[in-house]
């Protein structure tokens, strides 16, 4: 039996993540929290004829929401609008996220948490610091999911390596499988994001298009927010990628072998972070890695990944580095009551 928590559950993300919730077998029961209009997603949602029990959660429920759960979604916030940048954001939903997660730390401390609200940079440092103030912290419970950019590496590299064989479309460049070819490490927002192509001579392939690729998929959410004239940021493809991390969580809680998937981590908790923190930056304490779910917890991530890269990806790793200390002290003085916002 396993209840998971959505926290954010009436928005743009919330919504369609709980409606492919609600479709997995592995879930048994689905809380709906947001400070309005959740009992009417949850009323929706549970016509819906699959066996998990969906119940919404208003304003003042947020301890019989989170109660028991075993995973919680945390998709709460703002969305992002044109011209506004992730560390705008921050203003905003730091001391949403900060809330929440005291409200974990309360009445389900034993739960994988996993943090979708931007920017994640900071959001989940100000997690870890939070449930750490409590005495709360579990290191292999906090996961920022940064699966969305997975998922544009897969579909943006298939594009460019099917208009380069326009004559000649071949199943190879299918976007299901095209996580066998690329990965993507670092951070969640522009420069942070790492694309890493498993297969090196792709970048040879890619050629003049290698650089528009990785602009691509670390300023995807720019296109969206463009494209949606003012409206929103990108919801339905975050939702399925909130959705896909979950899956994995969820297929580890019921045992089920998991493959490695990279997800936003506080490494000095982790096994073989400290190995990755002395390849990438020693004060660096969080970074995003492929990492391995036992329980539904990170117990691993994968440094050796960090050996095998191309010279182009280094400099790209450098980059985000220096990026997501400052990224990271944002969040930890947020918490500390050192915030200048």
Known sequence: MVKVAVVGASGGIGQPL???LKLNPLVSELALYDVRLAQGVAKDLSHISTNAVCK?????QIAEALRGAHVVLIPAGV??????TRDDLFKINAGIVKGIVT???????DARILIISNPVNSTVPIAVETLKAMGKFYPGNVMGVTTLDVVRAE????DYLIAQKKNSLSKQFDK?????DVTVIGGHSGNTIVPVLKKKPLISTLASSYDEFVQRVQFGGDEVVKAKDGAGSATLSMALAGYRFAEQVLKSIHRENTPPIPTYVYLPGIANGVK???KLSSSLEYFSLPANLLDGRVTSVDDTILDSLSPQERKLVER???????NIDKGKKFVNGNAKL
């Open 18 to 20: 709980s409606l492919l």
């Open 176 to 180: 299901t499988k095209m996580y066998k």
């Open 155 to 158: 579909t943006f590299l298939a």
């Open 103 to 109: 409200a974990i730390g309360q009445h389900c401390p």
């Open 320 to 326: 985000a580095v220096k990026e997501l200390g400052s």
């Open 79 to 84: 969305p992002r609008k044109p011209g506004m």
């Open 276 to 278: 990755a923190q002395a």
């Open 56 to 60: 919404g959660f208003d304003k003042d």
